[in-house]
């Protein structure tokens, strides 16, 4: 028999054992699979009540009546066009630097004296979270037995020493200040920890050549602590802005009636979302004030963003 006419009988394909399917099943959707709770959650709680919110937004809703008919921007008109909405926004842009600003620095030095060998660091450590687990209402309870008109303790201390008495409750600067202390009681503990955190993370090689080259502690705090605590900062600064134009429970609370104020003095956004849909029942009016709230910390949060490419950048130049 030649060898031409000798015929070569195909390989059959080699069939892949169910195995080993699953094996590569589990290489390519595995990552998916990790990550998917987050997503799912933040679908639920997040995403959906965001589009719907913006649906309710565009409709006359009524809390009794439920949805009524389309209106467009009309409910983004109205809330634009009352002057309440503009004094709330001075007041929530008021009251977030009165106490972002203040929080991140005394967070930053609270932190930095955490970082040093303490005796009991771990008593104090645990000590300065104590005020993030108080309640709102003890808070609330606290400060306004502090920031009392007639026979508040601050007014009692000035009173003492000669100088006339602080209207916390109705002039606006002052009910904001005290509003703005309450809340730097509260989270001024929770950020100093997080920049702890980030600090803990430098490494000591560079304080033990900057100290060996003669660099004091303040130099050392400005010059290595600071730029290696950039990423930190940044993070503390965002929360603390998206907690600062949310703020509610602070100015709520803040006197018995929580309509921020007779004269609006700490009217915030929030507080006038709540009037309006729980107050006047109108929630495609609530929904509106919600959007726009969204948007303004969508709008700082891309700034924020913005700054600190361009710092990145400057950096990377040098």
Do not use: C
């Not at 030649?2 to 009988?9: I, W």
């Amino acid at each position: 028999m030649t060898t031409s006419t000798l015929r070569v009988k195909p390989r059959t394909p080699r069939r892949i054992a169910f195995s080993q399917q699953v094996g590569r099943w589990d290489i390519k959707f595995s990552p998916y699979l990790y990550i998917s709770p987050f997503f799912i959650l933040f679908a639920v709680v997040g995403l959906f009540p965001l589009l719907y919110t913006g649906w309710v937004s565009l409709h006359h809703w009524d809390l009794i009546a439920g949805e009524g008919p389309w209106v467009g921007f009309d409910n983004f008109s109205f809330v634009l066009g009352q002057q309440q909405f503009w004094i709330a926004l001075r007041n929530t842009f008021s009251i977030f630097l009165l106490s972002a600003v203040p929080q991140i620095v005394f967070a930053l030095l609270i932190a930095a004296v955490l970082d040093t060998n303490l005796r009991g660091r771990t008593f104090w450590r645990m000590s300065v979270l104590l005020p993030y687990i108080i309640m709102p209402v003890a808070v609330a309870l606290i400060f306004g037995q502090l920031f009392g008109d007639k026979y508040g303790l601050i007014n009692g201390i000035l009173g003492h020493v000669g100088i006339p008495p602080i209207g916390w409750h109705t002039d606006a600067f002052s009910s904001q200040v005290a509003i703005a202390t309450m809340v730097n009681f509260r989270w001024t503990g929770y950020n100093a920890l997080i920049l702890l955190a980030g600090m803990q993370a430098i490494p000591r090689d560079l304080y033990e050549s900057a100290a060996i080259d003669g660099a004091g502690r303040v130099r050392r705090f400005f010059s290595i602590t600071i730029p290696q605590l950039r990423p930190t900062l940044i993070f503390v600064i965002i929360t603390a802005t998206i907690g600062g134009l949310q703020i509610f429970d602070e100015p709520r609370l803040y006197d018995q009636y929580g309509t921020g104020g007779a004269d609006h003095q700490w009217l915030t956004l929030t507080i006038y979302l709540y009037n309006l849909g729980w107050g006047q029942l109108d929630f495609g009016r609530a929904a509106a004030v919600a959007w726009l709230l969204f948007l303004i910390i969508v709008i700082i949060g891309l700034i924020n963003l913005a700054i600190t490419r361009r710092i990145a950048s400057n950096e990377g130049r040098i």
